[in-house]
């Protein structure tokens, strides 16, 4: 059974070799400087962005995501995730419209506020100048000078007028009473301000109205008291709308998780794996190029039908055909005719548009009917990573060899595990052997990726993904 499930994987990395997975200038370690720049298309789910950027929520919604930023605001194309999506923008808006209500009314109560005290302490600097200054005495007077100082204290307390009736809304009935005030206000000390009330009017007699401004002014006061009793409850709703849309957060993270992206319908989880294992390495590594070794390995960790969890551990063990140099019987004979026909079905469907890569096809096949075609390497583990204690054999969704895994291990999700058979991991010890192969064979990729896999065609595909990946840029939060 383990010979039939290793040759049907042989078949089907060498299919995946085959098959295009880029356009021939995503190929290229340079662009066309001529080329003519646009804007480039984006990953990110811009809505979303958008709206926890308006509403000053998007650090927290950063904070809450068990992946990286650029992962955490990723476009999902899942349809379950997509409607929970909805209903947190949805509840969002109603907290904002409810906030903004709340906002508006406190605003307007500071602002009724602030008037009573600028109109109070106005008319106060005057009484107190007048008990002082017994006569006002003309233009010399220190008192006409308080006066003018008051008037433009209260000119500039105007508050707007209310649109809705005041007799029902304590706020309004508190702007309506402070409008009216300051117009009595203004009055009576332009009278005491004239020329002729400053040789017949003495003392604090001279100011008549100050008693009433006064009462008039608590009144004010209590109206915007009142106000703000209204307005509490408002206030508190929301408040616990907020709480709400925020205690979804952990809610929606974890619904997106596995959810396909728009990243070649790569989950979260993938992408995520293979933006931390560049970010983690020690010289810059791009993230589409540990994507693109991904792809043509393993199908990003699905070969076979696998698939990758939460934590990036793939779910069975991918290894590659021992590396015995042909001396391993083969699978029996009614498989192999199986796969066989299989094969050459599916060359007959891609040889005529890519008729470059039939003599390497040719060539494989060749290989195959008199040996399966690999290097000798005898066991390095004992058969601890790839279950095999006489040969070796590359393991994981990166496809290392255990002795070089051995070098280049690392724990990519931070679970104190070095793990080849998890994505995390594997991509991390991925970036760090580019890291050393960037600094051994050359800094550009058609260099350095031959120390991954000697072969030209392997590293065009490697590149054509990679540039494919790249035609739009993660989200930058």
Request: aromatic share 6%; charged share 25%.
């Amino acid at each position: 059974m383990v010979r039939r499930i290793l040759l049907f994987i042989t078949a089907w990395s060498m299919l995946l070799v085959v098959l295009p997975t880029g356009t021939a200038a995503a190929q290229d370690d340079s662009s066309d400087p001529d080329e003519e720049a646009s804007e480039p298309a984006r990953y990110g789910d811009i809505e979303l962005i958008e709206t926890l950027a308006d509403y000053d929520l998007l650090d927290e919604w950063i904070e809450a995501s068990p992946v990286s930023p650029e992962a955490s605001l990723l476009a999902v194309t899942d349809g379950g995730y997509l409607a929970k999506r909805q209903a947190f923008l949805n509840s969002l808006d109603t907290w904002a419209a409810q906030t903004e209500s709340v906002r508006s009314d406190l605003a307007r109560l500071d602002a009724a506020q602030s008037g009573v005290d600028d109109v109070l302490a106005a008319i106060v600097s005057v009484r107190e100048s007048l008990v002082s200054d017994d006569r006002l005495r003309g233009p010399a007077s220190d008192t006409l000078i308080v006066i003018g100082a008051a008037l433009a204290q209260i000119a500039g307390s105007d508050v707007e007028a209310a649109e809705e009736d005041p007799s029902a809304d304590p706020l309004a009935q508190a702007e309506a009473l402070l409008r009216d005030i300051r117009v009595r206000a203004d009055a009576e000390l332009q009278v005491l301000n004239d020329a002729e009330a400053a040789v017949t009017n003495s003392g604090v007699n001279a100011f008549v109205g100050f008693d009433q401004l006064k009462v008039d002014l608590r009144e004010a006061e209590q109206l915007v008291e009142r106000g703000r009793t209204a307005v509490r409850p408002a206030r508190e709703r929301a408040d616990r709308l907020a709480a709400s849309a925020l205690s979804e957060i952990p809610a929606l993270h974890a619904a997106r998780m596995l959810s396909p992206t728009e990243i070649d319908g790569l989950s979260v989880v993938t992408v995520d794996a293979y933006i931390r294992g560049a970010a983690g390495a020690e010289c810059s590594v791009d993230w589409a190029l540990l994507a693109g070794i991904g792809r043509i390995e393993s199908n990003h960790g699905r070969l076979g039908g696998a698939s990758v969890s939460r934590s990036g551990q793939v779910s069975s063990q991918i290894l590659g055909p021992l590396l015995d140099g042909g001396a391993t019987e083969r699978a029996d004979e009614q498989l192999e005719a199986l796969i066989q026909s299989w094969w050459d079905s599916t060359r007959a469907r891609v040889v005529n548009r890519w008729a470059d890569e039939s003599v390497e096809l040719r060539g494989t096949r060749a290989q195959e009917a008199s040996g399966n075609g690999f290097a000798v390497i005898t066991d390095s583990d004992a058969g601890r990573l790839d279950g095999n204690d006489q040969w070796d054999r590359a393991v994981g969704p990166m496809q290392f060899l255990p002795e070089t895994w051995s070098r280049w291990a690392a724990d990519g999700n931070g679970d104190g595990i070095s793990d080849p058979h998890n994505l995390y991991d594997a991509a991390a010890a991925a970036a760090r052997f580019l890291c050393h192969l960037s600094d051994t064979r050359g800094s550009t990729p058609s260099s350095f990726l031959l120390g991954y896999n000697d072969s030209r065609s392997y590293v065009r595909r490697v590149l054509a993904t990679a540039g494919d990946l790249r035609s739009a840029t993660l989200p930058n939060p």
